[in-house]
């Protein structure tokens, strides 16, 4: 149940541009938060930095929204952003390369299988690893790993996922259309019932862009 003092901001955030409402205090309200200000977030990930979209009391009738929640509690704006959280999200920053190598040293020590695709240190000890899943992985064996020999913890995001970082994973399917055919692929348009979805034949699904996109964008240093 919502608390009567609390409304609701929309907040962009994160490395990929997430999306999502959360919870606002009366008291930060009176600040006079508005679109545009940044702002310091507790999200699923942890903390970290967002911007104002829709600033607090101000939804429109014709949006929607949900704030997210977890086992700690709802989703919330903790604070506007002040000088120190800035120097935390340089500082994050500044060690964006050194902890996109740690990372990747690991998972190929370790022979996981999946493609590190980028690294997000937030503004507390978490980092983020954005990644495509070769195959179906045990993410908890692989946290408890970092967790023992590293200094800091880490997230994961599937970046074939059809699902934000709040939300449960999808079912596989074809992210252009969300047809019910299946498997991502190429013929899975081809092969799809003709009632199955109104969208034109096309070129595989939105995954499979996103992994066309991002598969050299960051590669260790050194490589070709």
Known sequence: ?????????????????????????????????????????????????????????????????????DSIGRFRVVRRAGAEDFALRDEAERVRDERFADCLALIEQEGWPLELIDVEPLLDPTTVLHYLAFDAIEIGPIRARFRTTRDYDVGFEDLAADSNPT???????????????????????????????AEPAH???????????????RKPVGAG
Do not use: N
Request: aromatic share 2%.
């Open 1 to 69: 149940m919502e608390s009567e003092s609390e409304t609701d901001c929309l907040v962009r955030y994160g490395l990929m541009g997430h999306v999502g409402w959360f919870a606002v205090a009366d008291e930060l309200v009176e600040e006079g938060l508005g679109r545009g200000d940044s702002v310091v977030l507790r999200t699923s990930r942890g903390l970290e930095l967002g911007e104002i979209l829709i600033e607090p009391g101000a939804k429109s009738p014709g949006s929607s929204g949900r704030v997210g929640e």
């Open 167 to 197: 939300a449960a994973p999808a079912q596989r399917r074809c992210g252009d259309c969300d047809c019910p055919e299946g498997t991502c692929a190429k013929t899975a348009k081809a092969s799809a019932p003709a009632d199955a979805c």
């Open 203 to 217: 070129d595989g699904c939105s995954s499979c862009g996103v992994a066309a996109l991002l598969k050299d964008r």
